[in-house]
């Protein structure tokens, strides 16, 4: 079998350490590619074809992980010579899914939940061919959610409004015990309900919503667009939070 990947960032790279097998050859190309990416390429011992064309060409399954903007562009190009399935792993909205649905064949939608430099990652899938991916559960776990291209994005964005939401509010809860000198002791009485690692990951969701507050206030204002004719209360103070 190959597997072809368009986009050799964080999540291709953790996809070819954990994917290892002598029945299956990953391929990608160097075409148009940063130094930095060239060099990862050439370091980590993939075969390299002249072309992505070529890449989707050869592919028994073709997986996009290159970056939310590009998602589309990726598939209208390269979609068309894809002939086995095309996995997009773009933290892309359901509207961008289903536009790309449209120029590839083979669609399943997919998305890794879990820090990508875990070791246990969870690919979660959705399309009418996503069966044909759960083998890859031998090497990290693999779960269907549904027939359905969009269902994967959908549950991200869920995901989100949860996150993202409770993130904003530890930051406001965690600034006022810090007004009162009372931060380590705010943890430490949620940890009593919350878990031993409450404070660990509060600090660490803080800190990664804090250094990225455009991209997520972003992403937040696409929840809202997206999920218009739901009650978003939670979100909307959420992202007036991060405007702040
Ligand atoms: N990192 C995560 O934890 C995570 C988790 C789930 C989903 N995702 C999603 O997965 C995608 C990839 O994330 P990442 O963290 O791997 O990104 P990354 O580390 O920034 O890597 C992106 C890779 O894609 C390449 N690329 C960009 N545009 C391309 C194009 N048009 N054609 C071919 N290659 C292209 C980049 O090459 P250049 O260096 O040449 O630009 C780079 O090698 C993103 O959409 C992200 O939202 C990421």
Redesign the pocket.
């Known amino acids: 079998m190959i597997i072809g990947l368009?986009?050799?960032?964080?999540?291709?790279?953790t996809l070819f350490n954990l994917i290892r097998s002598e029945n299956i050859t990953f391929i990608t190309s160097k075409?148009?590619?940063?130094a930095?990416?060239?060099e990862?390429i050439e370091n980590s011992g993939i075969t390299i074809l002249e072309t992505?064309r070529d890449v989707a060409n050869k592919s028994d399954i073709l997986i996009s992980?290159?970056?939310?903007k590009?998602?589309l562009?990726?598939a209208k190009?390269y979609g068309r010579y894809a002939k086995g399935i095309y996995l997009d792993?773009?933290?892309?909205s359901p509207d961008t899914t289903f536009e790309i649905d449209k120029c590839v064949d083979n669609l399943v939608d997919g998305?890794?939940?879990g820090?990508?430099?875990s070791n246990n990652?969870v690919l979660y899938v959705s399309g009418k061919k996503a069966d044909e991916l759960l083998f890859l559960s031998e090497f990290l776990q693999t779960n269907k959610i549904s027939d359905d291209v969009g269902d994967v994005a959908i549950l991200k964005m869920l995901r989100s409004v949860y996150t993202k939401s409770v993130s904003a509010l530890l930051i406001e809860s965690s600034q006022i015990a810090q007004k009162y000198g009372l931060e380590d002791e705010f943890f430490e009485v949620l940890s009593i309900t919350e878990g031993e690692d409450f404070k660990e990951k509060s600090i660490s969701r803080i800190t990664n919503t804090l250094n990225n507050s455009k991209r997520k206030s972003e992403e937040l204002e696409e929840i809202i667009d997206y999920f218009d004719d739901s009650d978003l209360t939670m979100v909307k103070a959420a992202l007036k939070k991060l405007n702040r």
């Open positions: 368009i986009g050799f960032g964080k999540v291709s790279k075409e148009g590619r940063s930095e990416t060239i990862d992505f992980a290159t970056s939310p590009s998602a562009d990726v190009t792993l773009n933290n892309i998305a890794i939940i820090k990508i430099d990652p």
